[in-house]
C-alpha cells in the first residue's frame, strides 16, 4: 500500500496553530492506518470460512450450483465424475503465481489457507447440521448471502478464496474494476454452462443467490471504503 504522508504545521512560537486560509478551520490530520493483528487475521479467516461453507451446505442440499471457481469446479465434477476438492485444488493452482508476483505472499498465504479450510468446512459441516424442509428459493438467497458475507469477510483481511476471487482483487486494486461486478460476469457465464447439466429453475434460483453474493461484495468492498494498514 502506498505511503501516507502528512504535513505538520510549523512550530514558530509556543501558542502556533496549523496554518489555515482566511476564513477556514484547522484541516484536521488524516486519522492512522491501524493494521490487523494476527489473531485477528486468523479470527476472521475462520469464521468467513465456516460462514462461506454454510452457504456451500445450502447449495449442496438444494441441488444448486455456486459461482466462481467452485461453481466451475462443480460443473467439471457433475459433467466428469472426478472428485470436486481435486478439480477445486486444480483450478486454484495457477492463480496462487498471479496471487504471489502480483498481491504478495501474505495474502497468497492467507487465501491458500482459506481455500483449505473451506475445502475442509464443506466436508464437515453437513456433519454438524441437518435440513428437514428447504425451500430452495430461501436456499439460493440466504446461501448467497453467507457466501457473499464470508467472502467479505475474508477480503478486508487481504484473503480470498483462491481463482476468480485473486483476478477479480488484483483487476479492483490495480485497474479500478468492481471485484463484484467481475465476478457477477463470471458467475453468469457459468450459469450458462449449467443449463446442460441441471434443471432451468435451478439455474435460475443459482443465478439469483449468485446475484445477491456479489452485490454484497459490490456495495460494501469498494476502493477507499475501507482501511487498513495491511
Sequence with gaps: ?????????????????????????PTEKPAPLIGHRLYED?????LGTLIVSLGITLYTQAVLITGSTAGAALLIHHASGLDFGLVFFGLNLPFYWLSYKRMGWEFTLKTFAAVGLVS????LTPMWISFDTLQPLYAALIGGGLMGVGLLMLFRH?????????????????????AGYFQLGIDASIM????FLLPFDKVLLSLAG?????LIIALNHRPGRYFSAR
Design 1 to 25: 500500500m502506498a505511503d501516507i504522508h502528512q504535513t505538520q504545521p510549523t512550530v514558530t512560537g509556543a501558542n502556533t496553530a496549523p496554518k489555515t486560509d482566511a476564513g477556514s478551520a
Design 42 to 46: 486468523a479470527i476472521a479467516l475462520v
Design 120 to 123: 475442509a468446512f464443506s466436508r
Design 158 to 178: 487481504r484473503a480470498g478464496l483462491g481463482g476468480v476471487n485473486i483476478l477479480a482483487l488484483y483487476l479492483q486494486e490495480h485497474h479500478g474494476i468492481r
Design 192 to 195: 450458462v454452462c449449467a443449463l
Design 210 to 214: 449468485a446475484t445477491v453474493l456479489n
